[in-house]
């Protein structure tokens, strides 16, 4: 079986933030969408890819 290193995550608020921080700490990509772009920044210059829909960050 196949290890899964990749995550969508929809929602960086407190919670989810600090759960996909810790996810990429772990050497997970995540696919990330929030409705407010400048709530991910920091997560984007952490290496967090930005997508444009909730779609978008599970495919």
Known sequence: MDKVK???FIGLGVMG???AKNLMKK??????YTRTKS???DL???G???CESAT???E
């Open 6 to 8: 990749s995550i969508g």
């Open 48 to 50: 967090c890819t930005w």
């Open 17 to 19: 933030k600090s759960m």
């Open 27 to 32: 050497g997970f990509s995540v696919n990330a």
């Open 56 to 58: 978008e960050a599970a």
């Open 39 to 41: 709530k991910a920044e």
């Open 44 to 46: 984007i210059e952490e």
